[in-house]
C-alpha cells in the first residue's frame, strides 16, 4: 500500500492499542484513529430526506389539541423529526420544525429564546402572534418572523376552526453551540404597544425604506410577509425571468434594510415552478425544509422521488442532490422554504455545484440499482 495518500492508515497493533488506552487515560487521544471521520472529503449528511405528508399529520395534530392544553404544553406542537438526528430533535441538519395548533380562543403565553423561529401558516382565520410588543395578525400561507431574543405569545382569536402553522427554528444548531437562553415572560402575555401590524405599516412596501428608523437589528425589522403580496411579485418576477435551471422562479425573502437574509442563521424563499417544469439537479452546502404552498408535483432527492401536494413538507440534507417537478401542465407549483444558508455563507462555507450528468437529472435509486450500479 502508498504511504503518502495523505490521509491516515494506521493499522492497529497490540502495543498502539495499549498506546491508545494510556491516552485515553490521559484525555488524550491519537488523531489519526479518526482524522478520516472527522475531516471527511465532503459533507456526510446523518439526516436523510423524509416527506411528511399533511393529509397523515393533520389528524395527529388535532389529536394533540384533545389531549393537551397549550398551557400545559406552553407551545402544543407535533414535531417532525429526522431518523439520523433524533438526539438533537432536527427535522434536517440543524433545523427544527413543528406543526402548532391553536383552537378558537386559545392562547399561548409570552417567552423569548436565543433560538430564531419562523413560522409559515398552513390553515384557519383568526391567528395572531405578538412579538416584542408588536400584534400581527396571520392568515394562510404568511411568513411572520420571531428573532433571537423577542418576546412572543400567540393564539387564535378566530371563530371558525383550529389555526395550524408550521414553525422553523434553528435551535440544534444554537444547542450545538451551546448558546441558548430561555425566559419566560412575567406578564403572561405581552400587550401590544404598537400599532397592529405595525413592522408591515412601515415596512412593507417593497423597495421604500422609512427615515426614521435608525435601529440597527441583526435581523429583518418587518416581521410578516403576508401571502398576496409574496405572490403577486412571484408572479411578476416569472414575468421577467425563467430563473435558473436548478431552481425555476425562486425569490429570497429579506430584510428590507440590508437586502440580505431575514435572520443571521435561517434564511426563506418562496419558489414558482412554472406548469410542466422539472428543475435539474444541484447540491450545496446547508439544509432546507420546504412547505408545498400551492400544487402538486415531486422532488428528487438523494435519488429518491418523493410525490408532494399542498401542505407536505419535505427536507433536503445538506449536499444532497435535489431537484423539483411541477406535476401540472396547466396548474402553478408553489414551494415555500426555510434553509441554514445564512449560517453557511456567513461561516464561509457555502458551496454548490450542478449535476452534469444524464441531462442534469438524476436516476432514481431503484433505476440505478437495476442498471447494477450500485452493490
Ligand atoms: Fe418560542
Ligand atoms: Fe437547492
Not at 129 to 142: F, M, N, P, W, Y
Amino acid at each position: 500500500m502508498r504511504e503518502d495518500t495523505g490521509r491516515a492508515q494506521v493499522e492497529d497493533t497490540p502495543e498502539l492499542e495499549a498506546y491508545y488506552r494510556e491516552l485515553e487515560a490521559h484525555e488524550a487521544g491519537a488523531l489519526w484513529s479518526v482524522a478520516n471521520d472527522i475531516e471527511p472529503w465532503f459533507p456526510q449528511p446523518t439526516s436523510v430526506p423524509v416527506l411528511w405528508r399533511y393529509r397523515d399529520m393533520r389528524p395527529l395534530i388535532m389529536r394533540a389539541a384533545e389531549l393537551v392544553t397549550p398551557e400545559k404544553a406552553s407551545r402544543r406542537v407535533v414535531m417532525l423529526v429526522n431518523p439520523g438526528r433524533r438526539d438533537v430533535s432536527a427535522c434536517v441538519g440543524s433545523l427544527y420544525t413543528g406543526i402548532q395548533i391553536m383552537l378558537p380562543g386559545e392562547a399561548a403565553s409570552a417567552h423569548r429564546h436565543t433560538s430564531s423561529a419562523l413560522r409559515f401558516v398552513m390553515e384557519g382565520e383568526g391567528a395572531y402572534t405578538v412579538v416584542d410588543g408588536e400584534k400581527l395578525r396571520i392568515h394562510a400561507r404568511d411568513l411572520v418572523l420571531t428573532p433571537n431574543w423577542t418576546w412572543h405569545d400567540h393564539g387564535n382569536e378566530g371563530t371558525t376552526g383550529p389555526c395550524i402553522w408550521q414553525d422553523g427554528l434553528d435551535i440544534p444548531l444554537i444547542n450545538a453551540l451551546e448558546a441558548n437562553f430561555y425566559e419566560v415572560n412575567p406578564d403572561r402575555f405581552q400587550t401590544p404597544t404598537r400599532p397592529v401590524d405595525a413592522s408591515y405599516l412601515a415596512y412593507g412596501g417593497g423597495g421604500l425604506r422609512p427615515t426614521w428608523d435608525d435601529a440597527n437589528r441583526p435581523y429583518s425589522p418587518l416581521w410578516k410577509y403576508p401571502w398576496e403580496p409574496t405572490y403577486e411579485a412571484l408572479q411578476r418576477a416569472a414575468l421577467e425571468h425563467d430563473g435558473t435551471p436548478w431552481d425555476g422562479v425562486l425569490l429570497e425573502y429579506v430584510n428590507p434594510r440590508t437586502g440580505g437574509p431575514i435572520m443571521p442563521t435561517m434564511g426563506a424563499s418562496i419558489q414558482l415552478l412554472r406548469p410542466g417544469v422539472h428543475t435539474q439537479a444541484h447540491r450545496h452546502t446547508g439544509n432546507v425544509v420546504y412547505q408545498v404552498a400551492q400544487g402538486r408535483g415531486f422532488s428528487i432527492i438523494g435519488g429518491q422521488r418523493f410525490d408532494w401536494e399542498e401542505k407536505d413538507i419535505l427536507v433536503v440534507p445538506t449536499w444532497t442532490l435535489h431537484e423539483h417537478a411541477n406535476g401540472s401542465t396547466t396548474e402553478d407549483a408553489v414551494l415555500f422554504s426555510f434553509n441554514d444558508l445564512p449560517t453557511m455563507k456567513a461561516l464561509a462555507v457555502y458551496r454548490e455545484e450542478a449535476y452534469v450528468e444524464n441531462g442534469g437529472h438524476q436516476l432514481l435509486a431503484r433505476t440505478v440499482e437495476l442498471a447494477g450500479v450500485l452493490p
